[in-house]
């Protein structure tokens, strides 16, 4: 197991706690061995992150107070560029720019991820940074484009975070939520699997009924 998460979270105050209250055999006891470094995305983490339409990312502005923001857009508008880089096109919004200042003077990030669905969420952490659209506008362009899709909205400039370590939360609490699509998909799903059962049943029926009229003949 990476040990990454467990040095930049748990901390003195932490383990102390921990270490009165519980906790500590499952998490801060990780911090006693030297910390392995940045931890890569696996399978799983690259498919979670690619099938969400909506995330929430963290930073620090310049008094020292966290900014949460929302971001949403097309289903895997966050792209998993490799291994250890996640990026996406920032689109145009109220012209406030608190996230992008904030990278400009601290480039640490969180996000939370959810999969509400299926009721699975991940913390990430990365460093993050901004490249603005007149100096690379070939990056933005690949960033706006998902699968066949290309994003309409305006976009100003590419975000692009280098991840550091990742943690992945228990489902105890995640409410289910389920949009337009999912639904659509699912019901897709339980007709096809209808029609095939039916047709099972038709053949059944039909092989009963030729039983039926040989043994009449017979």
């Known amino acids: 197991m990476n040990n990454h998460y467990h040095h930049l979270v748990f901390g003195a105050a ?16 990780h911090t006693e061995r ?10 799983r983490e690259k498919a979670i992150i690619r099938g969400i339409d909506q995330f929430h990312i963290a930073s620090t502005t310049e008094s020292g107070w966290p900014y949460i923001q929302y971001r949403s857009g097309p289903k895997g508008f966050l792209q998993v560029l ?14 406030q720019y608190v996230t992008a200042s904030n990278l400009d003077n601290d480039d ?3 996000l939370f991820i959810a999969d509400y669905p299926n009721r699975q969420r991940i913390k990430l952490f990365g460093r993050a940074r901004t490249v603005e659209a007149a100096d690379d506008p070939d990056l933005l362009n690949r960033l706006r484009k998902i699968g066949s899709i290309e994003v ?15 943690d992945w939360n228990c489902t105890r609490s995640i409410i289910p939520r389920f949009d337009k699509q999912y639904l659509a998909d699912l ?5 096809r699997k209808a029609e095939e059962r039916e047709k ?7 092989d009963l009924k030729a039983q039926l009229a040989r043994q009449s003949e017979s």
């Open 187 to 191: 019901s897709a799903v339980y007709q």
């Open 14 to 29: 932490s383990a102390a706690r921990q270490q009165r209250d519980g906790g500590w055999t499952a998490y801060g006891r």
């Open 152 to 166: 309409a909205a305006r976009c100003e400039r590419s975000v692009i975070i280098a991840v550091e370590a990742f």
């Open 200 to 206: 099972v049943i038709l053949a059944e029926i039909a």
């Open 108 to 110: 640490r990030v969180a």
């Open 34 to 43: 030297p910390d392995d470094g940045a931890e890569p995305l696996d399978t």
């Open 82 to 95: 490799d291994d250890q880089t996640l990026g996406f096109a920032d689109f145009k919004g109220n012209s």
